[in-house]
């Protein structure tokens, strides 16, 4: 058996050494051209993969490993009396495919030939000669599709002139391949011997020695007649290997990047050749990464794609790949210890011990709890990214005039935040037209738009910086929007989530995330109402979502930090009484109750209202639909409609698909109302009605 010493362990701390600062520089020349790339933003693209296209891979990888596994019995065939059978060469073949980006210069192909030898007992020649005749094959194809595609932006006049530098490289590789083809090798060996001669170099001498190897066992292939029917098998391995990697690009850029999702075939075929290349270098990369994204985006960047887009693509699609191919080869491993022991035990030299399988199967559970772990952790990491911007849905404007039709005696508008236009912005929707502007073009994040009690004047929270995750609650300001003309105007620095007073005089926010502070919008003035650490109320406290009702003096608040769920507040005696779990408490525009989401509906969440003369706590909208998630509740002033948005699963406030219903009060939950149709992030609504 292959023995894992100390040489060995360094080489791969080496090698993922290496792939991380490869990897690190890459994604740094990518922010460098302005655009952003981290973990969380590729754990969003991995898990809005298509479902259906990572089944068709999967389908073809599959189909790929018989053909691969077919023609390596073939080429042993020819070079071995003795042969495992073709069960167990698929194992092999899923082994190899495992660990042959494990090592620099595809090196892991060479378990292949230790598996076979020690496993199986087939001959050291054989099981090179066949492994390098497979690569020679997988060579030897590359060069007329490498023509192809040379050719076929040079002779498109429709196609950017940048392509030029595409189809050179690609032109490159191509005669690179036709060198190295046979009688090239043998050649190539032949004037290596002069030089080896010369310079007594015994690395020369062993380069030399695989040469000459090579080209004796393409000479015995074509005299055996075996060589036809390998090369129709390797059209089969590179027609299953690309068509799956363009059924996992599809599944990658349809629901992520529609602009890279209208390449054409040849385009996305250059990017994984030149993926494939870059990979094959010589560069001490652990599974390839740094290098097999540097090539696949680089080709893809001079095919005209945005980088960005581009890296994580390619970083999804490696993951995805390896991730397969891992478990496939974990898998076949297990298998190949079990059923071929008996064989290798009769080698006294190099028996397999017990243990040795134990540990592979530990080390394989606590990778297994790690990844779970780690994607737990990055499932809440999401919102620290800014979220690709979505796309309007087939028959958008058919659904919103369909909907139209349910507000024809409503008049006025809803105002929110939606990435639709790249970061978020406040967009404001006309009623009962349903037309859709946008009152702000402000390159910051903005949200938590909030509409004065004259319909006059939108006051918002905008983030500090180009990204603000709205889980951060401290960088953000609270500026005033006249929504006829659109003035700007800032009110508050280091203030998040403002409301408005019933008459209108004055905003109310959250003032540097733990205290909540009144200001007076003709004057200026400002007063601190409620402070975390004073009174009753416990240090460290964030106050969410914070609504305070003028004629009771109560603030109804979302605790988070040092106390969690949602309390009803004495600002004048700083005293608190939990009203329940849940979030985004809001007050009534009445008074005579409050309203918050809470666990417990269908998408597990449910709209409740609690009566705070009697302490009842009573459910008021469960939406039993697919957008059964719902969340951002919002009455209107007259307390007749609610304004809302929901998902078909996904949680995070600014990174999932919400979409905006509109609902009447005490109507069933099928009579509620969709507004948007997009597949961004629509959050946080806000409704103005003149009449009902």
Request: proline fraction near 4%; glycine fraction near 6%.
């Amino acid at each position: 058996m292959i023995r894992f010493g100390s040489s060995l362990v360094w080489r791969t701390l080496l090698s993922i050494i290496s792939s991380l600062v490869l990897l690190a520089l890459f994604l740094h020349l990518v922010a460098s051209a302005g655009e952003e790339i981290n973990l969380a933003r590729l754990v969003d693209v991995i898990k809005n993969m298509m479902p259906g296209w990572v089944m068709l891979y999967l389908a073809l990888h599959i189909a790929g490993v018989f053909f691969r596994a077919e023609r390596f019995r073939v080429l042993l065939r020819a070079a071995s009396p003795v042969i495992p059978a073709y069960p167990h060469l698929v194992l092999v073949t899923v082994v190899r495919n495992m660990v042959v980006d494990l090592f620099p210069a595809r090196l892991g192909e060479l378990i292949y030939a230790g598996m076979l030898n020690r496993g199986y007992k087939v001959r050291l020649d054989a099981c090179i000669s066949s492994l390098s005749l497979s690569i020679w094959f997988d060579i030897a194809i590359l060069v007329p599709l490498g023509l192809v595609l040379a050719f076929t932006p040079l002779v498109n006049s429709e196609l950017s002139p940048r392509l030029l530098s595409v189809a050179i490289l690609v032109l490159v590789l191509a005669v690179v391949g036709v060198l190295v083809l046979y009688p090239g090798c043998k050649i190539f060996a032949h004037l290596l011997r002069r030089w080896a001669m010369r310079f007594q170099s015994r690395l020369l001498d062993n380069i030399v020695t695989f040469f000459e190897q090579l080209a004796d066992a393409i000479s015995k292939t074509m005299q055996l007649g075996v060589f036809g029917r390998c090369l129709l098998l390797t059209v089969g391995v590179r027609a299953c290997k690309y068509l799956a990697l363009y059924a996992l690009f599809l599944a990658v850029t349809l629901p992520n990047f529609q602009q890279l999702s209208q390449a054409q075939p040849w385009m996305v075929l250059i990017s994984m050749i030149a993926s494939e290349a870059a990979a094959s270098l010589p560069v001490p990369a652990f599974m390839s990464f740094g290098t097999y994204e540097a090539g696949g985006t680089a080709a893809l960047a001079a095919l005209g794609f945005p980088v960005d887009v581009s890296a994580l693509t390619l970083l999804s699609i490696h993951i995805s790949t390896q991730f397969v191919d891992y478990i496939f080869g974990g898998i076949c491993l297990v298998l190949f210890f079990l059923l071929v022991r008996p064989i290798v035990s009769s080698n006294k030299k190099s028996p397999i011990r017990r243990w040795t399988l134990v540990v592979f199967i530990i080390l394989m559970l606590l990778a297994v709890g790690v990844a779970g772990y780690q994607y737990k952790k990055y499932r809440k990491a999401r919102s620290l990214v800014s979220p690709p911007a979505g796309h309007l849905l087939e028959n958008a404007d058919q659904h919103r005039q369909q909907a139209a039709n349910d507000f024809d005696r409503l008049n006025g508008f809803v105002v929110w935040s939606s990435n639709r236009f790249g970061n978020h912005d406040i967009l404001k929707m006309t009623l009962p037209e349903m037309r859709i502007t946008r009152l702000t073009t402000h390159p910051n994040s903005e949200y938590f738009p909030r509409v004065s009690p004259d319909g006059q004047s939108v006051v918002f929270a905008r983030g500090k910086k180009r990204w603000v995750s709205q889980r951060n609650s401290k960088d953000w300001d609270v500026y005033l929007l006249n929504v006829k003309t659109g003035e700007e105007k800032l009110l508050q620095r280091d203030a998040n989530q403002p409301t408005w007073s019933q008459d209108g005089a004055h905003v109310f926010f959250q003032y540097q995330s733990g205290g909540f502070m009144q200001k007076n919008i003709a004057t200026g003035e400002t007063r601190l109402l409620v402070q975390s650490g004073s009174g009753s109320l416990p240090p460290g406290l964030e106050l969410q979502t914070p609504s305070f009702n003028s004629e009771r003096n109560e603030l109804a608040v979302t605790f988070r930090g040092s106390k969690r769920g949602t309390m009803l507040v004495t600002p004048e005696a700083s005293q608190y009484i939990a009203v329940d779990d849940g979030c985004q408490i809001t007050w009534a525009p009445d008074g005579t109750f409050m309203y918050w989401v809470d666990h417990g509906g269908r998408g597990t969440n449910k709209i409740y209202r609690y009566n705070p003369e009697s302490g009842e706590k009573t459910g008021l909208l469960d939406i039993q639909n697919e957008y059964s998630h719902e969340y951002f509740p919002k009455l209107s002033t007259n307390g007749k409609y609610m304004v809302l948005a929901a998902s078909a699963g996904g949680h995070e406030h600014d990174v999932a698909d919400y979409e905006l219903f509109l609902w009447r009060v005490g109507d069933d939950w099928d009579a509620v109302t969709r507004l948007t149709f997009h597949t961004g992030n629509d959050n946080w609504p806000d409704v103005y009605l003149t009449d009902d």
